[in-house]
């Protein structure tokens, strides 16, 4: 079998294979575009969330299983197609996830300054494929549009002290920037309500944790009534008493975190770069609301990250449904196999959308793996397949594929790189450079 992705939704497909078909002949391979695993909890969760990501531990746990196979630096539709996969495999179940992100569709996004917030995201965190080499942090204010998690790691971020970001694995030159960064406000911007937004309680208590950072609340949140809570579920009803405890008044602290409700952004203006933000009055809690354009305000902001959602883009020899950026299947199953094609199935964000934390991809693809299991006849044939042709066939094709030992070498040389530099670890940013520390050939 073939998991395309080694993120949650791929970690957890193969664990979930591996308990289900106990001492049988199964073998995995996990391909992964990156020479590196772990997908978004390496790349997507914050620097500062150690404990979350400390799953990295089970999930090598999984990937490093007799009868599992990383196949690193290898990206399908660029190095393996699904004709190869039908050569090489009974099954496929791709979890490649969500890479692309939505637009606000408003003037002045493309200003110098506004930017995506997945880009922010993966600057820091050290992708290899990251948009922009250097974020300048010169501004003063930011603002953040957007009401989910991701909106909260990217503030806190940008006002977490020294002491914070040097226990982190963060690549040096961002640490840099960061501890320099002027930034003084950050404004957590949402078009609908504090009953409608997707914070986590966990996620908003951390926030009241943060070292001579003022977190400044709208007023609307203590304006939610007793009967809006009964009727709203119980993990909302736990996020706004979090919200309702971090304050709403300023102590003197040197940075600020403001929450903003029921405001849309409508432009963003500035000469050579960002300068500031319309936000327009919105009211109700439809997905659209209701707008009074004639309460607008002006917020200064110099950094404008859009936090609006991730989006799947379609991959060669699948199916897709660009109303919802999702392959179509029936609970993970796509499609079953025959002469030009494996049985294919789907897990994670490529299946149901960008939704849903860590754990919820346990679910999705236990999910996924039973309807496989299900379908007795995509285990066709029992053909003999040599386990080192795809291999083979890649390194023919010029690709440099990375082992598990591979991805060993690189761990080893980013925590060697961080007792250099007094930190417990640091990671590679450049995808040379992983390319060279996975051979264990030395950086210069």
């Known amino acids: 079998m073939a998991v395309v992705g080694s993120g949650p939704s791929g970690a957890y497909c193969v ?3 591996l308990e289900s078909l106990p001492g049988t002949s199964i073998s995995v391979d996990v391909i992964e575009r990156l020479p590196v695993p772990y997908g978004l909890v390496r790349y997507g969760v914050a620097p500062d969330h150690e404990r979350i990501k400390s799953i990295i531990d089970s999930f090598g746990e999984i990937l490093s299983h ?3 196979r990383f196949l690193g630096n290898v990206a399908y539709g660029r190095d393996i197609t699904m004709l190869d996969l039908r050569r090489y495999y009974d099954v496929a179940i791709f979890a490649s996830g ?9 003037p002045g996004e493309n200003l110098p300054g506004v930017f995506a917030a997945a880009d922010f995201v993966s600057w820091y965190n050290g992708h290899p494929n990251a948009t922009f080499e250097r974020f300048a942090l010169t501004a003063k204010q930011a603002v953040v549009i957007g009401n989910g998690n991701v909106a909260l790691d990217v503030a806190r971020m940008l006002v977490n002290p020294r002491e914070t970001l040097l226990q982190t694995d963060v690549p040096q030159h961002v640490l840099e920037l960061l501890v320099e960064s002027p930034i003084e406000d950050v404004r957590i911007v949402g078009r609908r ?4 937004a997707k914070f986590t309680t966990k996620e908003i208590v951390e ?4 070292d001579d950072v003022d977190v400044i609340v709208d007023p609307c949140v203590l304006r939610v009534t007793e009967s809006e809570l009964k009727q709203a579920a119980p993990p909302t009803v736990r996020m706004v008493a979090a919200l309702r405890t971090l304050g709403s008044l300023p102590r003197g602290c040197a940075r600020r975190i403001h929450f903003t409700f029921f405001r849309r952004p409508v432009a963003v203006f500035g000469h050579l770069g960002a300068e500031s933000v319309v936000l327009e009055a919105t009211e ?3 997905d659209h609301g209701k707008t009074d354009r004639a309460r607008r305000d002006v917020i200064d902001a110099g950094l404008v990250l859009t936090s609006v959602g991730y989006r799947a883009e379609p991959l060669p020899g699948l199916p897709f449904d660009p109303s919802t950026a999702t392959v179509p299947h029936t609970n993970g199953w796509v499609f079953d196999g025959d002469d030009t094609r494996p049985a294919v199935y789907v897990a994670g964000w490529l299946k149901r959308g960008p939704t849903g934390v860590i754990g919820t991809n346990r679910r999705d693809s236990l999910e996924t793996v039973t309807a496989l299991l299900s379908n007795a006849r995509d285990f066709p044939r029992a053909l003999e397949r040599d386990p080192g042709a795809i291999v083979s066939m890649l390194r ?3 690709v440099e594929v990375v082992p598990w030992d591979g991805w060993n070498a690189i761990d080893g040389a980013e925590v060697a790189r961080g007792a250099r530099l007094g930190r417990a670890r640091v990671k590679i940013h450049r995808l040379d450079e992983l390319l060279q520390a996975s051979s264990r050939r030395p950086t210069e």
Do not use: Y
Request: hydrophobic share 30%; net charge neutral.
């Open 207 to 210: 926030l009241g944790k943060l």
């Open 396 to 398: 023919e094709r010029g």
């Open 284 to 286: 109700g809690d439809s």
């Open 98 to 106: 969500a890479n692309s992100t939505r637009r606000l569709g408003i």
């Open 66 to 68: 007799e009868s599992v």
């Open 193 to 196: 309500g504090p009953l409608q």
């Open 15 to 17: 664990e979930a294979l």
